[in-house]
């Protein structure tokens, strides 16, 4: 699915709930990528 801004609704979906929690991070990966779930898995790795 391109082009349907799936980033424009999933972006304002996280300002709206962001405040329920003690902290967020909206990490954008533009690349189109087999290993996204792995860069995923390495930033929550780093904050613990």
Do not use: H, P, W
Request: aromatic residues 10%.
């Amino acid at each position: 699915m391109r082009r349907i801004g799936k980033t424009t609704i999933i972006k304002a979906t996280f300002n709206n709930v962001k405040q329920m929690y003690d902290a967020s991070c909206f990490v954008e990966i533009s690349q189109n990528s087999s290993n996204n779930y792995s860069i995923s898995c390495n930033i929550l790795k780093q904050f613990k």
